[in-house]
């Protein structure tokens, strides 16, 4: 029982760190030296060709330390590297499913979310989105949303006001 604890404790673990490695990411590299990449994601879908975007590269780049984590701690002492890669795998589940089918409607599966935390989802991605450029954007992570987000756009202004 005690493996299976730790094992679970690794994953969740794992997956946790993932939305900091995601956040850290996506400001440092997709919006630093790999732009070239990501930047078709914030045009407007009416400047798009198709039905993938180059910044769909970076799906590639997350699964390798997910595949690598899985063949070494299935060939080395080290099983619990397993279980990070299971986390990895575990956050771009979660990751695909809200960002690429909740926010983006890639796929029409789940349109209705609707709570607290789905809209400020919505609203921060769109505040992400607001911006066409490599600077100056803001919410870079995805599942932990900034507390300002749960308010409606019209208390942001507000509240910008009264903290100048």
């Known amino acids: 029982m005690s493996s299976f604890l730790f094992y679970t404790f690794v994953t969740l673990a794992a997956v946790a760190t993932m939305e900091f ?6 400001k440092y590299v997709m919006h630093g030296f790999l732009w070239v990449w990501h930047e078709d994601h ?10 993938f975007e180059k910044n769909d590269l970076f799906f590639l780049v997350f699964a390798v330390p997910s595949a690598t984590c899985y063949i070494l701690g299935s060939a080395t002492p080290h099983f619990w590297l397993f279980f990070v890669g299971v986390g990895i795998s575990i956050y771009g589940l979660i990751y695909f499913l809200i ?8 796929f029409k599966w789940f349109r209705q979310l609707d709570s607290k935390y789905s809209r400020a989802i919505l609203r921060a991605h769109g505040a992400h989105h607001a911006k066409h450029t490599k600077h100056d954007c803001e919410s870079f992570g995805l599942l932990v949303v900034a507390e300002k987000y749960f308010k409606k756009r019209s208390a942001w202004k507000e509240q910008e006001v009264h903290s100048h």
């Open 42 to 51: 914030h045009k407007p879908h009416h400047e798009k060709e198709g039905f």
């Open 21 to 26: 490695v995601a956040w850290f990411a996506h």
């Open 99 to 106: 960002h690429d089918v909740y926010i983006h409607q890639r």
